[in-house]
């Protein structure tokens, strides 16, 4: 594979001008497609097949489907009602405002006598306002003007706010947090490159990678219905992995120039060797994403494979257009005192100054101390994991007139009140059954409402809601969903089923709490399968994994205990606590394991070199920490930054994945690479690299491009005697 990537980057060095060309075309042509061909993405999440997904699509065709809606939400100023002569007029006006808004179909009267909404102290109330367009295809011109009546009829006295599907803005990337980690990532290169010149060309390649990637799931969005949070955790990711990958080759490149060879020679040195890690990471991290298809939930494997076709965008960019420009950069890519000064192949590989050198000095001396202590500061870190609790309710943002919304509905009517449940009948003699089913669900505990049947136009089904006392999230409602579904109206008399936002949300978040240790024991197995063959160990990938289940603990632990219980919310700037999204835990497992293994590689493989070059095993270790050491934390420096910057966004789905990510880059890089690995494979010795004789017939991967830097001293060698003969 080193020979090959070699080629791959003497090509591109060669052609340099055709490849950035070749790149912009592909980068505009993904635009223009973007523009022309995106469609809309959905905020809703469900899995087909499931009982409450099944009964949605039911009630759709029994009884007819409506466009999107919202609930313009009205209270009384205090001590008065709303039903007052004077304040029941202005609420008319409102509703009669509402109604001839653009786009809306109808708005009900909330003191309409056939179907009133308001509460029983007749101080809340909410108007339903129902739009010709389907969900997530309101325009932005009809929300704007649907809050603008809301705020000009804030005039009257009242309290009003909007909620519900057709108030949901979709999401964008590119916000002020998402650029300042940006600048952060590009300051962190400055400092490692000491060249300016180095560090745009760096950030520059990876936003081309990103662009194009996620301008491809944006396309996707118009041939697919794709989850808003899709092309948004792809760009996050892809920036990441693209700023690092380029990192990666071109600090080798750096490496070679400073060693003697020239740019050519340089640049397909450092494809092949660093190259080949990028390829093997991102191969690992593409495995990860796709694996997601196992779990069999349809929106989760479509996040999984747009992320990972963004990945495969940033290793192609990795291995042809950074060498591309490289070759047009040449030396300037160094800082000017370090142009034209040839180092020693000895200096560098056995120094010993410096701090991480004395820091893995200290690590490996210590090596018993340190092993204990990171393993006990990750477990305590991880406790909080025990107590996780998920749901897909989504949270507003706390200054948001959809909370403020949400919370005039609880005080109203009940906490309950915006995560009704629907039960669906359906068959001869539904309506029947549903009146006979009423007085049984009315019993259940923490039931406070049951409305009576409403039947279909033909009598072949009808509708219960019910209003649990709790909120959407707690667990009282959750049981209650499985209450009525262990009802014998579940398995007597016409067809019976339970749905709503509230039991999806629950079928959902169960089936994801299913999957996650099939997907944890899939790809712990693929970590260890990886690892033996890139080190022909089996106590080296055995560490790795159990760092890697370490990272995963402490990071979901720490997500826990802000986003659940609270600790350090401001920090975060969170709104409110409350369960995780359920996507959370899977999700940053794959992504994770990918980036884990990318240290993991990174770092043991060069102490795997100096290894297999004759060093003795304590000094491989040190020796290899202190070459690999200094790109692993600038690249993981990076990419906390990057994720950092999604987390104090607006998307609730996405603001505790980026924590997740952010906080597991931190234990992963600084605590298990940088203290746990080296300090076991101190305390393990020349055991670390010990394969037994049955598994000799696997293959050499070669990750470290062994190949290549044994011809390079030979090829330096070449260039420098045909310069003495000119």
């Given amino acids: 594979m080193a020979r090959f990537l070699s080629r791959i980057g003497a090509f591109a060095h060669r052609h340099r001008l055709s490849v950035i060309a070749v790149w912009l075309v592909v980068l505009f042509g993904a635009g223009a497609g973007a523009v022309t061909l995106a469609g809309e993405t959905s905020n809703s999440f469900s899995i087909p ?23 313009v939400v009205v209270r009384a100023p205090e001590g008065q009602t709303l039903t007052t002569p004077e304040n029941a007029k202005a609420l008319g006006d409102l509703v009669a405002d509402l109604a001839g808004l653009p786009g809306v179909k109808a708005a009900s009267n909330p003191l309409d006598p056939t179907a009133p909404t308001v509460n029983a102290q007749q101080d809340t109330a909410y108007s339903t306002v129902t739009y010709s367009a389907a969900v997530g295809e309101v325009t932005a011109e009809d929300q704007s003007a649907l809050l603008a009546a809301v705020e000009d009829a804030r005039s009257s006295g009242f309290t009003v706010e909007a909620t519900g599907e057709a108030t949901q803005a979709p999401f964008h990337l590119g916000g002020i947090a998402e650029a300042l980690g940006v600048v952060v990532a590009l300051m962190i290169l400055v400092i490692t490159y000491g060249s300016l010149i180095a560090a745009g060309m760096n950030l520059l390649t990876a936003l081309v990678g990103v662009g194009i990637g996620v301008l491809g799931v944006t396309i996707a969005t118009g041939f697919a219905d ?41 640049i397909a040195t450092a494809v092949g060797t660093a190259g080949s890690a990028v390829v093997t990471a991102g191969l690992t ?63 560098d590989l056995t120094g010993d100054s410096g701090f991480l050198a004395r ?19 990750l477990g305590v870190i991880a406790i909080p994991f025990a107590s996780m609790h998920t749901t897909l309710v989504q949270r507003p943002a706390s200054d948001s007139t959809q909370a403020r919304a949400d919370q005039v509905l609880s005080d109203g009517f009940g906490a309950g009140f915006n995560g009704p449940i629907i039960v669906l009948f359906d068959g001869d003699g539904a309506p029947a059954a549903a009146e006979k089913a009423g007085a049984a669900i009315g019993a259940l505990d923490d039931v406070a409402l049951v409305t009576p049947p409403t039947p279909n136009a033909d009598g072949s089904a009808a509708l219960v809601t019910v209003i649990p006392e709790s909120g959407p999230t707690t667990e009282a409602t959750e049981q209650l969903v499985e209450d009525l579904r262990a009802l014998p109206a579940a398995t007597e008399g016409p067809g019976y089923a339970v749905t709503g936002a509230t039991a999806v949300s629950v079928d959902v978040a169960q089936s994801l709490d299913e999957a996650l240790p099939i997907y944890l024991a899939l790809v712990v197995g693929l970590a260890l399968a990886l690892l033996v063959l890139v080190f022909r160990s089996l106590l080296v990938p055995l560490v790795g994994v159990l760092g890697f289940l370490l990272t995963i603990g402490a990071s979901l ?44 590689i990174f770092l043991v493989s060069r102490m795997h070199e100096a290894h297999s070059h004759g060093a003795a095993p304590l000094r491989a270790i040190r020796t290899g920490f202190r070459q690999a050491a200094p790109v692993v934390v600038a690249a993981a420096l990076i990419m906390f930054s990057v994720f950092a910057g999604f ?13 997740a990510l952010a906080a597991g880059i931190l234990f992963d890089a600084f605590v298990v690479r940088m203290v746990l690995v080296p300090a076991a494979l101190a305390l393990l010795g020349e055991r670390a690299w010990w394969l037994p004789s049955w598994l000799n017939w696997l293959p050499a991967l070669d990750v470290e491009g062994s190949a290549l830097t044994e011809e390079a001293p030979v090829a330096r060698e070449k260039q420098e005697v045909a310069v003495g003969e000119r």
């Fill in 359 to 377: 820091w893995s000095t200290a690590v490996t001396r210590q090596r018993v101390l340190s092993l204990v202590l990171a393993v006990a500061a």
């Fill in 285 to 347: 991290v593409v495995i990860a994403l796709t694996g997601l298809v196992v779990v069999g939930i349809p929106f989760l494997t479509q996040m999984g494979v747009a992320a990972a076709a963004t990945i495969v965008v940033a290793v192609l960019v990795a291995i042809t257009l950074v060498p591309a420009a490289l070759g047009l950069l040449g030396h300037r890519v160094l800082p000017r005192k370090q142009r034209g000064v040839v180092v020693s192949d000895d200096v």
């Fill in 557 to 600: 632990g720490a997500t826990v205990a802000v986003f659940q219980w609270g600790w350090l919310a401001d920090l975060v700037a969170l709104d409110s606590t409350g369960p995780l999204i359920s996507l959370t835990p899977i999700l940053v497992i794959g992504i994770l394991f990918g980036l884990a293994m990318d240290y993991q």
């Fill in 226 to 266: 794709l989850s808003s949070t899709t092309p948004l955790l792809a760009g996050m990711l892809g920036l990441a992995v693209g700023i690092d990958y380029a990192l990666f080759i071109i600090t080798r490149f750096r490496h070679e120039l400073r060693r003697g060879s020239d740019v050519p020679t340089a």
């Fill in 647 to 659: 987390v104090p966004a607006g998307d609730a789905t996405l603001k505790s994945i980026a924590f």
């Fill in 49 to 71: 097949g499931q009982e409450s997904t099944t009964a949605l699509e039911r009630i759709g065709q029994e009884f007819g489907t409506s466009g999107a809606q919202a609930k």
